[in-house]
């Protein structure tokens, strides 16, 4: 008599294996071992089955339960029937076990190198890529449309943020700091009452940072501006210290004098102040595993009435920026927090204008660190109605919204979510055929339009309570504990996000050329245009904030790469590379020069006017800043947004300051010494509109090294 296995393998009938599992059961039910009711119960199966010619292990195990059952063994029994469910579900396999134990083992490569600001190997991190994974599972069985999965899993579109959307969490946010401080807030259920010192406040504003990421899975920005009002504070609380300190030896200082002292002890406050604010941040570690990924708005005529205690702010953050942090072995690097957004206006740009050794200073700090960033003012303005405001994190922009006394808001609003339509993809499967395209177009927005709706949807009946720091402490609102956030989902007070990525290769593939030839870029415009009529439209119909968004696309640019290559094999200049180009970016290998390229890419961000930024690529500029100062200036007269990338890197092994190397296969490696050991080299490079330190997965690794250098040391004459 053959015993046919689990596995379908076929062995020969053993009536030991039957005792030894009934004296197991014994032990463990009723705790009396008996040898021959065992041996007894083994015997009988045999007999009945002896001229079978194959039976299955599981008609011989409901055959021992029964046979315990018939002989009073019932708590045997059950400890049986009991330890083989538990086996039956130990060898069940889980539709996410390997993907879970492969962050564990460091083998789950997709997961651990999502992001480039999270350490995988750190336990906190793992635990929330774990919790990730389980997340994004359930959603795909059972909160999401077929349809949309199998999108998602195609590369036509993707769903971002999988892992958090079983949770009433939004993406990005303004944080209203200003209202923060001024009405006080709420944080794990203690009162913080308005600061009284600018000390005060900077240590305050990183622990709403940190309390804000906690409850929410994209960027936050704040603005310095709204720290300025502490600086007159804490300059007059000095100056009464001062005067109180000259009365305590017997001498009544002057008013001058006064004003010396306290002007100096305020120099040193400020100093603490910044550093506790780029300390904290880069050391804290929000419950996903990571430092929050905070943005930081330097514009000198946000408060026209702290005019220069924010230039006295954002000197010091510059200065500090500059300086670096230290790593592990003491040397200076470049920190990755918070991201700098510094404001180019009219006072600060012109060479006679009070505040251009601001802008100087930003240009030293951006050529070692590649911060700040640079948001015009001038070409803002002329988009917005004069308004000047930063993007919510690394790029994404609200749309003008104003309260009911008709004042512009921008602080204290958010972004609900984003999906991103794979523009390479339309592009290919038009198959040159351009009236194809507008119609396999027309069906995508379709479907990315009905995914947003349902990013949308999961907010609705949000209660203020899921997050108060959020809802009921100023960050956002002020609503009331048991209050929904509904009212803050509608009428375009929050945006929701239409993003794409691939335009370039989108026209490539269907007129064979680049979209900076003129044809190509006639073409690109109309695709731009078609996308924010569709927003604009969506928005129309149902009062929600659609925008047009850039997609920074970190990991989505791999994994929209490999779905191209799968869905159409290896087409030359589109999927014969592991990325695909971020938004409506020029390919990163086509020569252009900075002028050129920002130039060309200015007209996309006032379309995509929910989320945009370009960059340049930039050689070592750090005895060469005038070259950088050139570039500014022309940012300031053509851009609204744009960021600058250098290479500042470390090796611990031999103490190498300068780039970092890629081998041809994509390693990273010291050129002074040769070290490859992740764990001791310091790379940090722009990874999709955030600095990443954490290294990257193939697809971005390869496009950060086939990046092109768009300024080298000489300034080009187009600048001038």
Sequence with gaps: MKVIKRNGQKVEFDPSKIENAILKAMRYGSGIVDKQCAKDISYEIHEEHQYDVDISIYRIEDRVFEKLIEKGQILTAKAYEGYRKVREFQRQTNTIDSEVFGIVTGENKEA???????????????????????????????????????????????????DYYIQEMHNCDLVDLKNMFKEGTVINGKLIETPKSLQTACTVATQIVQQVANGQYG???????????????????????????????????????????????????????????????????????QAPFLSVFMYLNEEPEYVEETAMLVEEMLRQ????????????????????????DENNVPQDSKYRYLTDLAVKCVAKRMMPDFISAKIMKKNYDGEVYPCMGCRSFLSPWKDEEGNYKWYGRFNQGVVTLNLADVGLSAEKDMDKFWRILEERLKLC???????????????????????????????????????????????????YIGLYECVLALLGESHTTPEGDGLAVRIMERLRAACDSWRAETGLGFSLYGTPAESTTYTFSRALKKRFGVIEGITDKDYLTNSYHVNVTEELDAFEKLGFEAKFQTISSGGAISYVEVTNLNQN???????????????????????????????????????????????????????????????????????????RTQEIGERYVHLDNHVHEVSK
């Design 449 to 499: 339009k009905e995914a947003l709706t349902l990013r949308h949807e999961s907010l609705k009946g949000t209660y203020s309570d899921v997050s108060p720091i959020h809802w009921q402490f100023g960050a956002l609102a002020r609503l009331k504990s048991g209050e929904k956030i509904d009212s803050l989902l509608e009428n375009g007070y929050s945006t929701i996000s239409l993003g």
């Design 219 to 289: 960027g936050q920005t704040i603005s310095l501006s709204h720290l300025a009002p502490y600086v007159r504070v804490s300059f007059q609380k000095h100056k009464k210290i001062v005067a109180k300190e000259g009365l305590a030896i017997d001498r009544e200082y002057t008013p001058q004098e006064i004003d010396i002292i306290a002007r100096n002890r305020l120099k040193d406050e400020i100093v603490s102040g910044i550093q506790t604010i780029q300390y904290q941040i880069n050391t804290f570690s929000t419950t996903n595993g």
């Design 112 to 162: 651990m190198d999502e992001n480039s600001n999270k350490d995988p190997h750190i336990l906190a991190t793992q635990r929330d890529l774990i919790a990730g994974e389980f997340s994004r599972d359930y959603c795909r069985r059972n909160m999401l449309p077929p349809k949309i999965v199998q999108a998602h899993d195609d590369g036509i579109i993707h769903f971002h943020d999988m």
């Design 625 to 699: 800043t005038e070259a950088l100062s050139t570039l500014v200036d022309y940012m300031y007269d053509t851009i609204q947004y744009a960021e600058i990338n250098t290479k500042s890197d470390y090796c611990q092994e031999c103490g190498f300051d300068g780039e970092i190397l890629l081998d041809d296969n994509l390693e990273w490696y010291c050129p002074n010494c040769g070290n490859r050991n992740h764990n001791t080299l310091n790379v940090c490079r722009r990874t999709c509109g955030y600095l990443g330190d954490n290294f990257w997965n193939k697809g």
């Design 321 to 344: 920026r500059y300086k670096g942090m230290k790593n592990q072995v003491g040397a200076y690097v470049t920190p990755a927090f918070p991201k700098l957004l510094y404001v180019l």
